[in-house]
């Protein structure tokens, strides 16, 4: 077990929805990392937060967006879902800049869009 | 920006016999350099992993180098058991602490017994 949480584990819906997927990170790591793996794709940074706010970003659609709240949790929105948006979706935490390089990843979330 | 090439894309050996699986990267800003392991349909587990400012680092039946020169590295596993079957995922990150991991393609470890 990392000590990073996601909810939910999976995630089944249709086409043109809208989902939010959530992250718990570590217990003290202030920076939390996006990750989208499909077959074809690999594993895809999305977008970086450090301490609320956004320090790096990837290739994240602009139907992707993302937040740290004051608590360090995270939350991924996606919206307007298409059929390829299906993947697994992993955050991963991480300390803050200068210290801990490691990052940890979480459970993951799977996504199927019908 | 950064891209991380992997190779093999599949590895099959006996059990007992050692695995080198072997990573380019394009960017030599890159200074830190790990490894996951990941099992079917779990999380990617950090194995090990290595600083620009390391030649090699090894832990028990795994081992890291690095050649910064080349911009290569690799994953040796000795000793292989049926465990370490798994797709296993080089990655790169540039700058200080903190910042994203870009993958390489994995490499699928079958390990027969």
């Known amino acids: 077990d990392s000590g990073v949480t996601q909810t939910p584990k999976h995630l089944i819906t249709a086409t043109g929805q809208r989902v939010t997927l959530r992250c718990s990170p570590r217990s003290g790591d202030l920076s939390v990392y996006w990750y989208q793996q499909s077959l074809d794709q690999g594993l895809q940074f999305l977008i970086q937060y450090y301490n609320g706010e956004e320090r790096a970003k990837g290739n994240i659609l602009e139907r992707f967006s993302a937040q740290q709240f004051p608590d360090l949790h995270s939350e991924l929105n996606l919206s307007s879902l298409e059929l390829g948006d299906s993947a697994l979706y992993f955050c991963a935490s991480s300390v803050s800049p200068g210290g801990s390089y490691e990052q940890y990843f979480g459970p993951g979330t799977r996504l199927t869009v019908t | 920006g950064e891209n991380v090439e992997q190779h093999p894309s599949t590895l099959s050996v006996q059990e007992g016999d050692s695995a080198v699986i072997k990573c380019t990267y394009s960017?030599?800003?890159?200074?830190?350099f790990p490894w996951y392991k990941q099992e079917l349909g779990k999380r990617p587990q950090l194995i090990i992993d290595?600083?620009?400012?390391?030649g090699e680092k090894k832990d028990q039946r795994i081992a890291v180098t690095l050649n910064k020169t080349a911009k290569h590295f690799s994953l040796h596993i000795t000793e292989t058991q049926p465990e370490d079957s798994a797709v296993y995922f080089c990655?790169?990150?540039?700058?200080?602490?903190?910042?994203?991991?870009?993958f390489g393609g994995g490499t699928r470890l079958m390990v027969k017994p």
């Open positions: 960017d030599s800003a890159s200074n830190y």
């Open positions: 290595i600083r620009s400012n390391v």
């Open positions: 990655a790169a990150s540039i700058g200080n602490a903190g910042n994203m991991l870009t």
